[in-house]
């Protein structure tokens, strides 16, 4: 039987999968909730990296100077 769909990345074997869970808050998390439920859900992955790398590569590809830099990045792209 033949395959269907989209045929596999070459890079799929070397690929590093990452599980996130968030608990979001009505009333506290109201902005990523709305930034969530604009996204269709098949390009939540996409759009996830794409925020990361804006708000985080900076800081952490400039010094890495810890994890507060990092931690006070991550508070920063959040509000």
Do not use: C
């Not at 909730?33 to 859900?41: L, M, N, S």
Request: net charge negative; charged share 25%; proline share 6%.
């Amino acid at each position: 039987m033949a395959r269907r769909g989209r045929p596999p990345s070459p890079q799929a074997a070397s690929a590093k999968v990452v599980h996130i869970k968030l608990r979001l808050y009505p009333g506290e998390d109201d902005d990523l909730i709305a930034f969530f439920d604009a996204i269709i859900p098949r390009l939540r992955a996409a759009i996830v990296k794409q925020a990361l790398r804006s708000g985080v590569s900076e800081t952490w590809n400039n010094d890495h100077q810890g994890h507060d830099d990092v931690l006070d990045t991550l508070d920063a792209f959040v509000t």
